[in-house]
C-alpha cells in the first residue's frame, strides 16, 4: 500500500469542522441526494494533494469553507495535510501544513498553521508514495523534452467524477487537458514497471560508462599512434633526427627498444646560438654611434661660431686700417690755433672742428686695435684648427663604430640562420621527448585490452537493460494481463463487445474491443451503461496491475455516481431500486458488486469511496455505506449557512418543492446524461 484516506475535513471561517471519516483497504460508500457535497469531495482531496488550481465549485462550500484537512495512512505512517483556500479574487494559493502525526484524528485548524508550499508538499508525497528519481527520455530526434513521474502524474488514475465516469471519449481524470494525453503516454509505462524504478540511475550509470569506455578507446589509439604501428614511429624519429643534424652518423635502429635508447641520447641536444648573444653589442655599439654622432655634432657648432668670429674680426681690422689711412697722412696739418679756423686753408668754420690732438689720440686707439686684433687671430685659428682635429677624430670613431655594427648585423643574419635550423632541431627534440615521455606511460597492452573489453561488456549490458525493445516488451506484457482483466470483467458485467478480446490502448488512452472485422474503440460502442462499465473495468485493472506490482500509486479511487445512468429521471434523485426494471437493477447490483469483489480481491491494500445516489439493501453494500447525506444532513451543517437568504437556501437543497423535470431517454429506456444530471451536486 502507498496511502489511503482515513479522513476529509472542512473548517468554517470560525473554525468549526464537518469530516468523512473513511476505511482502508475497503469500499466506503456515501450515498445521498442531490446538492449535498458528495461531488465536491474530489476537488477537495485534489487540492488537499497539492492541486495547482482551487476548483472547488462555487455555493455554500466556497462561501463557507476556509479550510480544508486531509489525514492519510502512508506507508511511513499517518500523515496530516492542511490547506487553507487561497486568497481573496485568486486561483490558487501556495501555501500549505503537511506532517507525519501519531493520532488518527485531523486536530483543530489551528494546530495546523502553514509550514510550507505545495511545490514541497509534491516532493515530499512523492517521495511517500515510493515514486523513484525517473526520466522519460524521448526517442532521438524528438524535439520534446525529457518528462519525469511524480504524485502529479498519479492524479490520471485516482478520480472519475459524474461526467467523466461516463465519458465516451476520455478515459481518466483531466484527460482533456492539451497536455495530459502525452503525460500519460510517457509516465504510464513506469507506473505500470515496464520502466525499472532504477531507470535514472541506471541512465545516468550508462552516460558515466560510455565515457569511460570513449576514454579506453582514446588513450589506445593515441598509444597506437605514439608507437605507430610495428614500431615504426620510434625508427622513423631516430632517422628525422640524423636528417636534422641532432645525432651523426646513427645506425638503422632494428627494434622499438634499440631505437628508444638512440632516442634518449638527443634529449640533452642544446642549441649553440645559446653561446653567441649579440643582442648586447649590438646594443652597446648603437649608443656608442648615438655618443660620437652627438659630440660631433657639438664640435661643428663649436667651429663656426669660431669662424664667423673670425670673420667678425677681419671686417672691423680693414674697415679701421681704410680709416687711419684716410686721416693719419704724417705731417698733413699742425696745430690748429683757433678750434674756428681750419687746418689746412686758415679759413674760419661755422662750427668749431676736432683738434689736431683728438684726430691724433684716434688715431693712436686705432692703432691699438689694430694691433690688439693682429694678436688674436693666431690663438683663434689654432682653436679652429684643434676643433677640426676633434671632428675628424670624431668622424673616424663612427667610421669604426659603423664598421663594428655592420659586422655584428652580419652575425646576426649568420645566427638567425644558425637559430632557424636550431628552430627546426628543436622541434624533432620535442616530439621525441614526448614520445619517450608516452612510452613511459604506456601501461602493458593487454592489461589495456582487457579493461577495454570489460567496458564494452558494461555498456552492453547497461544499453540493453535500458534499451526500448526491452522496455516495450514488458509494457505489452503488463498490458496484455490488464486487458485480460478488462475482458473478464466485461464479460461479468455483460457489457456490449465482451464477446471479443478486449484492451487498453496506451497510445489513444481508450478501451478497445478487437472483433475480426477490425478495433471498435470505446468512443463507437453505444449506451451509457457501457461506457460507465468500460471506466470502472480500466481503472480497476489499472489499480490491480499497480497493487500487484507495488507500484508508486495511490491505492485509492474516488468515483462520482457510477449507478447515474441505470436511473430514469423521475427517480434519479431518490435512486430507489425497486423503481428500477428488473435488467436495470441487476446491472447495477452487477456493477457494485463487481466493485466489492475487485477491491476485496486486493486484501486491504486498495481503498475505493463511492459518491452515489443509489443506496442498496443488500448486506454488502449497507455495510460499506459510511454517511447517508439526507435531508438536513449535508457536508456543510445547515447553521454554517443559515444567515443566507432563503432563496440561495432554497438553491442549496435542490428547489422549493422537489419537481424534477424530465430528461430525454436513450433507447434503451435509459436516460442520458444532460448539464443538470452532470452537475447536481457541483454547487457543494
Known amino acids: 500500500m502507498t496511502f489511503q484516506i482515513l479522513e476529509i475535513a472542512v473548517f468554517n471561517r470560525a473554525g468549526e469542522r464537518s469530516s468523512v471519516r473513511l476505511k482502508p483497504g475497503v469500499v466506503n460508500v456515501i450515498t445521498g441526494g442531490s446538492k449535498t457535497g458528495k461531488s465536491a469531495l474530489i476537488d477537495i482531496v485534489d487540492y488537499c494533494l497539492g492541486k495547482s488550481d482551487y476548483e472547488v465549485a462555487h455555493g455554500v462550500i466556497r462561501d463557507t469553507v476556509a479550510n480544508y484537512a486531509l489525514l492519510l495512512q502512508t506507508r511511513i505512517g499517518l500523515v ?25 484524528v485531523i486536530p483543530s485548524i489551528n494546530d495546523m498553521k502553514p509550514n510550507s508550499n505545495v511545490k514541497a508538499l509534491g516532493v515530499f508525497l512523492t517521495e511517500v508514495v515510493g515514486i523513484t528519481p525517473n526520466e522519460n527520455i524521448p526517442p532521438a530526434g524528438h524535439s520534446t523534452p525529457p518528462v519525469r513521474a511524480t504524485i502529479d502524474q498519479s492524479r490520471f488514475y485516482l478520480y472519475q467524477d459524474q461526467n467523466r465516469v461516463s465519458d465516451k471519449k476520455l478515459l481518466f481524470y483531466r484527460q482533456e487537458e492539451p497536455w495530459a494525453p502525452r503525460m500519460i503516454q510517457d509516465t504510464l509505462p513506469y507506473f505500470l514497471g515496464a520502466v525499472g524504478d532504477d531507470q535514472l540511475d541506471r541512465q545516468l550509470r550508462l552516460q558515466r560508462a560510455r565515457r569511460d569506455l570513449k576514454l579506453l578507446e582514446r588513450r589506445i589509439e593515441d598509444e597506437e599512434a605514439i608507437k605507430g604501428r610495428d614500431n615504426t614511429r620510434a625508427i622513423a624519429l631516430v632517422a628525422e633526427a640524423n636528417q636534422a643534424g641532432i645525432i651523426a652518423n646513427a645506425k638503422r635502429p632494428t627494434d622499438f627498444d634499440m631505437a628508444v635508447e638512440i632516442l634518449r641520447g638527443c634529449v640533452n641536444w642544446k642549441p649553440l646560438s645559446a653561446q653567441f648573444d649579440t643582442g648586447e653589442e649590438f646594443g652597446r655599439l648603437g649608443e656608442q654611434r648615438e655618443l660620437l654622432q652627438e659630440r660631433l655634432r657639438q664640435v661643428k657648432k663649436d667651429i663656426q661660431a669660431a669662424k664667423a668670429f673670425s670673420s667678425d674680426q677681419d671686417g672691423y681690422s680693414l674697415e679701421a686700417k681704410e680709416q687711419r689711412n684716410r686721416l693719419a697722412s704724417i705731417g698733413l696739418y699742425q696745430k690748429a690755433e683757433n678750434e674756428h679756423s681750419c687746418p689746412l686753408c686758415s679759413s674760419q668754420l661755422a662750427k668749431p672742428t676736432p683738434t689736431a690732438d683728438e684726430v691724433n689720440q684716434s688715431l693712436v686707439d686705432l692703432d691699438r686695435q689694430l ?18 682635429g676633434e671632428a675628424s677624430e670624431i668622424r673616424r670613431q663612427i667610421a669604426e663604430t659603423k664598421s663594428s655594427i655592420e659586422a655584428v648585423v652580419a652575425q646576426q643574419e649568420a645566427l638567425v640562420q644558425m637559430r632557424s635550423e636550431e628552430a627546426s632541431q628543436a622541434r624533432v627534440v620535442g616530439r621525441i621527448s614526448l614520445f619517450l615521455e608516452s612510452v613511459l606511460a604506456v601501461s602493458d597492452s593487454n592489461e589495456l585490452q582487457q579493461k577495454l573489453e570489460s567496458a564494452r561488456d558494461k555498456v552492453e549490458r547497461l544499453e540493453k537493460s535500458l534499451s526500448k525493445d526491452r522496455t516495450d516488451e514488458k ?14 470483467w466485461a464479460r461479468l458485467l455483460q457489457l456490449e463487445h465482451s464477446e471479443n478480446p478486449l484492451e487498453f490502448d496506451i497510445k489513444k488512452l481508450t478501451v478497445v474491443s478487437h472483433r475480426d472485422t477490425g478495433p471498435i474503440p470505446l468512443s463507437q460502442m453505444g449506451s451509457g451503461e457501457n461506457w460507465v462499465g468500460y471506466h470502472l473495468t480500466a481503472l480497476l485493472a489499472l489499480h490491480k496491475w499497480f497493487v ?10 474516488l468515483i462520482d455516481q457510477p449507478a447515474q445512468y441505470y436511473f430514469p429521471s423521475d427517480i434519479r434523485k431518490e435512486s430507489d431500486l425497486n423503481k428500477l426494471k428488473d435488467e436495470d437493477r441487476d446491472a447495477v447490483n452487477r456493477m457494485f458488486k463487481f466493485i466489492f469483489d475487485t477491491v476485496k480481491s486486493m486484501d486491504g491494500k486498495f481503498q475505493v469511496i463511492i459518491t452515489e445516489h443509489a443506496d442498496l439493501q443488500d448486506d454488502w453494500y449497507q455495510e460499506a455505506v459510511i454517511l447517508r447525506w439526507r435531508g438536513e444532513d449535508k457536508l456543510i451543517p445547515k447553521h454554517w ?15 422549493t418543492n422537489g419537481e424534477q423535470t424530465a430528461e430525454p431517454m436513450d433507447t434503451n429506456g435509459k436516460d442520458t446524461k444532460t448539464d443538470d444530471s452532470q452537475v447536481d451536486d457541483e454547487t457543494q
Do not use: M
Open 371 to 388: 694691433q690688439t686684433v693682429t694678436r688674436q687671430r693666431p690663438r683663434l685659428d689654432e682653436y679652429i684648427n684643434a676643433k677640426e
Open 475 to 488: 509494457l505489452e506484457s503488463a498490458l496484455k494481463i490488464i486487458g485480460d482483466n478488462i475482458t473478464q
Open 80 to 104: 496530516l495535510i492542511a490547506r487553507p483556500i487561497p486568497p481573496e479574487d485568486q486561483k490558487t494559493g501556495t501555501d500549505v501544513f503537511f506532517s507525519p502525526v501519531t493520532s488518527d
Open 641 to 655: 449557512y443559515s444567515g443566507q437568504s432563503d432563496d440561495a437556501e432554497k438553491a442549496e437543497n435542490g428547489g
Open 548 to 557: 500487484s506490482k507495488s507500484r508508486p500509486v495511490p491505492s485509492f479511487l
